[in-house]
């Protein structure tokens, strides 16, 4: 928490009472659990010791506090303006109470309040957390806003064409089953380039934005040339946040190129919601509905309609990230037609300062609709990822988000089909520099 280095600055501005919290069951409980980092019970229960003692400086304080970390902003403001009006110079409650006004968007009270203690010449700690949220003020006054990252990776690919894993397979050719020479996996390196441009641009409305993003990728492949990939997509549309919850709305056109010459065209819709109850958790819903054309093969050119629920937990030095998808993609032909739903689980866990190792697994299955020509049934997919690997921040700019990091991973693919034609494995080493802007 960015004001951890404050609870020892102006502590004896505040007239607290003298009674002990043992003299009230509701108070101590609310000290207990804001302690643990249950923040929405600590509220609740400090929210029945103020009743019972509402001018008493230390429950509203502790309150303001619990409400804060619940996301309850506006509860926050009451609790630590009742402080201010038994003590108009407690610094350490002002910027408490210029944190609520910054999550409530309420800039320029929070400048307002900042630069006031910042007059009384704090101690230095407290002067630099201060001026680094008057640069975060600033920064959100500007209407336009741009982030992007750049990031270049290396990876060796030992079955780059997802060969089978089967020599011989067996297929019907003109209803005779006969056994054809599978391919075998090749291995190839590959280099790739990522660029993101993420822009926003602040509204006169209070809480609505407007945000646009730009994803280009361009793959080279040192023996494989013909899998070289080339990928664009851009998304804009309104963004609405209030309080601990948002909801994005946005069209999207991607284009991807696969060996210089056009593959696949979309275009589609998004709406994503997102939910913060908490402090340490975000929950987020999303639907899309996208248009795909395949320039080498309309038999392929279908309408998919999908969905996800994501969410994110942080524990201490741990962030654990799950995910559940479904995607229907309804195809010219029956053939390529299918349902595929995804589980999918990460785990990021801070080993040092700038030192993250992370570890993740998935798993896919997708049922198509038609009949293969082929094999005269239906294919079935079941694919299986885990990854791990290590993650370090090389570089970072002082009170500023540039920054550089380094990643390495492994990853390994298995997929089991009930067609021995797309029944395979793989394994990707990989090696990522991403530049943060």
């Not at 009742?82 to 409650?93: F, N, S």
């Not at 054809?180 to 993420?198: F, H, Q, S, V, Y």
């Not at 309104?238 to 010459?261: C, G, M, T, V, Y």
Request: overall charge negative; hydrophobic content about 40%.
């Amino acid at each position: 928490m960015r004001f951890v280095l404050l609870l020892l600055f102006c502590c004896l501005c505040l007239p607290w009472s003298s009674a002990s919290a043992s003299d009230d069951p509701d108070l101590a409980a609310g000290k207990e659990l804001l302690r643990q980092g249950d923040f929405a019970a600590a509220r609740d229960r400090l929210f029945a010791a103020f009743l019972k003692d509402p001018d008493r400086t230390e429950i509203n304080f502790l309150l303001g506090r619990a409400a804060y970390e619940a996301g309850d902003y506006e509860s926050a403001v009451m609790a630590f303006d009742r402080v201010l009006i038994v003590d108009p110079g407690a610094m350490r409650v002002r910027l408490e109470l210029a944190r609520c006004h910054l999550a409530l968007g309420n800039l320029e009270a929070a400048r307002q309040l900042l630069q006031e203690v910042r007059n009384t010449n704090p101690p230095s700690t407290v002067l630099t957390n201060i001026n680094a949220l008057l640069a975060v003020i600033d920064a959100r006054s500007r209407r336009h806003a741009l982030h992007g990252s750049l990031s270049l990776g290396y990876s060796r690919d030992d079955n780059v064409r997802v060969a089978p894993a089967d020599d011989l397979v067996r297929v019907y050719l003109n209803n005779v089953l006969i056994d054809t020479t599978a391919e075998r996996p090749k291995e190839d390196n590959i280099l790739a380039a990522t660029l993101g441009l993420d822009h926003v641009y602040q509204t006169e409305r209070q809480g609505l934005l407007w945000r646009s993003a730009l994803v280009a990728y361009q793959s080279v492949h040192q023996f494989e040339n013909d899998q070289e990939v080339s990928y664009l997509s851009l998304q804009s549309g309104p963004f609405w946040q209030k309080r601990n919850h948002s909801f994005e709305l946005h069209p999207i056109l991607a284009h991807l190129d696969l060996d210089q010459r056009r593959y696949l065209g979309s275009f589609g819709g998004e709406a994503v919601w997102s939910w913060l109850p908490r402090a340490n958790f975000v929950g987020q819903l999303g639907v899309r509905l996208e248009s795909r054309r395949y320039y080498q093969d309309h038999e392929r050119d279908a309408v998919r309609q999908s969905c996800f629920l994501n969410s994110y937990l942080q524990l201490g030095k741990s962030r654990l990230t799950g995910n559940l998808a479904a995607a229907f993609e309804n195809a010219e032909s029956d053939v390529h037609s299918n349902d595929a739903y995804t589980v999918g689980l990460r785990l990021d866990h801070d080993l040092t300062a700038t030192l993250t190792g992370f570890a993740a697994a998935a798993c896919t299955d997708t049922r198509h609709d038609g009949v293969h020509p082929m094999f005269l049934e239906r294919r079935r997919d079941r694919e299986t990822m885990l990854a791990a690997g290590l993650r370090k921040m090389l570089w970072q700019a002082p009170g500023s988000a540039r920054q550089l990091l380094g990643e390495a991973g492994y990853t390994f693919t298995d997929t089991d089909s009930n067609l021995a034609l797309y029944t395979y494995d793989k394994n990707v080493l990989s090696l990522l520099f991403t530049l943060r802007f």
